[in-house]
T-cell receptor
Framework: EAAVTQSPRNKVAVTGGKVTLSCNQTNNHNNMYWYRQDTGHGLRLIHYSYGAGSTEKGDIPDGYKASRPSQENFSLILELATPSQTSVYFC????????????FGAGTRLSVL | QQKVQQSPESLIVPEGAMTSLNCTFSDSASQYFAWYRQHSGKAPKALMSIFSNGEKEEGRFTIHLNKASLHFSLHIRDSQPSDSALYLCAVSMGTGNYKYVFGAGTRLKVIA
């Protein structure tokens, strides 16, 4: 099965600090995504990418940056973390062919104090 | 902007019952429709997907899609306690636009 690995799994940050969430996939998928999950909101798309060097804004990009330096790696960057960014973050990769099924990592639980 | 809504928000059914979950979307040009299941504390995992109007069955699970009504649904036959999870529907515009928008989810509990 497709493998997506996120790090760290848990993170506590201070308000105003910089946070980087990392994601690595070994599926050779072109598409990668960052979602956040909060109770009552399901999964909300922050940024996504169609390949190395490309990033696209999702539905809630404010306060977040993304970086796709290679096919395998996709990072989410919070330059100035705020308590409202406390959430569970999921990275996913997807293949373009067929069903474009998304394969999710295990998630990163971020608390901003 | 695509809006995806699910109903009901939560559901409790007895073991062996038929469970029906609903999803509506706002953009009639949508092409890909999928259901994901997320057990507590775990990552979402793809369950089933459909691309054309009609019905698709895989084991105890069936998807119905009606694009004209902007609606698709998931039906679980003979529901089991192991089916207890958060069910998320997802919609994508398809080829050239692989952005998936998710609903808020339906939390299902199957009691033995």
């Amino acid at each position: 099965e497709a493998a997506v690995t996120q790090s760290p799994r848990n993170k506590v940050a201070v308000t105003g600090g910089k946070v980087t969430l990392s994601c690595n996939q070994t599926n050779n998928h072109n598409n990668m995504y960052w979602y956040r999950q909060d109770t009552g909101h399901g999964l909300r798309l922050i940024h996504y990418s169609y390949g190395a060097g490309s990033t696209e804004k999702g539905d809630i990009p404010d306060g977040y940056k993304a970086s796709r330096p290679s096919q395998e790696n996709f990072s989410l960057i919070l330059e100035l973390a705020t308590p409202s960014q406390t959430s569970v973050y999921f990275c996913a990769s997807g293949d373009e062919g067929g069903q474009n099924t998304l394969y999710f990592g295990a998630g990163t639980r971020l608390s901003v104090l | 902007q695509q809006k995806v809504q699910q109903s009901p928000e939560s559901l409790i059914v007895p073991e062996g019952a038929m469970t029906s979950l609903n999803c509506t979307f706002s953009d009639s040009a949508s092409q890909y429709f999928a259901w994901y299941r997320q057990h507590s504390g775990k990552a979402p995992k793809a369950l089933m997907s459909i691309f054309s109007n009609g019905e698709k069955e895989e084991g105890r699970f069936t998807i119905h899609l009606n694009k004209a009504s902007l609606h698709f649904s998931l039906h679980i036959r003979d529901s089991q306690p192991s089916d207890s999870a958060l069910y998320l529907c997802a919609v994508s515009m398809g080829t050239g636009n692989y952005k998936y928008v998710f609903g808020a989810g339906t939390r299902l509990k199957v009691i033995a």
